[in-house]
């Protein structure tokens, strides 16, 4: 097996370090996510840490950059292949319930967003991370509402996200109604709201 090189093991330890420290994050809170758990969540040293990010400031910043434009991806992939709106609610609902079943993934912007904010590291991009994500994925979602209006791509992307990583999916334990419930409810609501093309 061919030896990495310096750059592409630096690589690596980048990658691994933003991908051990969402459950740093929401075991610990931001605050208790210490630049040593994160590295020994990720089979690293301190050492290796600072070898590729500045500061924990610069780590979180891009961990939040890197969350809020995977969802976007992943739906596009998702429905690449479908245009039956049908097939489309039940790929994003099943999406939805998969996302969260793991917390994580609800805990980790709520954490971030309020440490930028108290921290003044929160810019005008990074207040604009989730209004962009939440466009992109109203937009893969126009199929199921061709009356939707266009300029309200956000509001239906940010419906599908929210119900996805609200706080309280953490808490459901199989009592009442799930995510993927909720998804369904909304996005076969809109369809048969909009889905249909008036009468001209």
């Known amino acids: 097996m061919a030896r990495l090189t310096r750059e592409e093991s630096q690589a690596l330890t980048r990658e691994r370090l933003l991908a051990a420290a969402p459950q740093v994050v929401a075991r610990e809170g931001y605050e208790g996510a210490s630049i040593d758990k994160i590295a020994d969540a990720a089979g690293y040293s301190k050492g290796a840490f ?10 979180f910043l891009e961990l939040l950059e890197r969350h809020a434009g ?15 709106p049908n097939d489309i609610i039940d790929r994003v609902t099943e999406w939805a319930a998969d996302k969260a079943s793991d917390p994580t993934w609800g805990i980790l912007p709520l954490e971030l967003f309020r440490q930028a904010r108290r921290d003044s590291i929160f810019t005008a991009r990074h207040a604009n991370l ?18 939707w209006p266009d300029a309200d791509h956000e509001l ?16 459901n334990q199989g009592n009442g109604p799930s995510v993927g419930d909720l998804v369904r ?8 709201a909009y889905g249909v093309p008036s009468a001209s």
Do not use: C
């Open 50 to 59: 600072y070898s590729n990010f500045a500061s924990k400031d610069e780590f």
């Open 70 to 84: 995977q969802d976007v991806v992943e739906i596009a992939q998702l429905l690449g292949d479908v245009s039956i």
């Open 130 to 147: 989730f209004r962009e994500q939440w466009r992109g994925v109203g937009a893969l979602l126009m199929p199921l509402a061709p009356r």
């Open 156 to 171: 239906l992307g940010a419906m599908v996200l929210e119900l996805t990583y609200g706080a309280a999916s953490a808490f």
């Open 185 to 192: 409810l909304a996005l076969t609501s809109i369809h048969l």
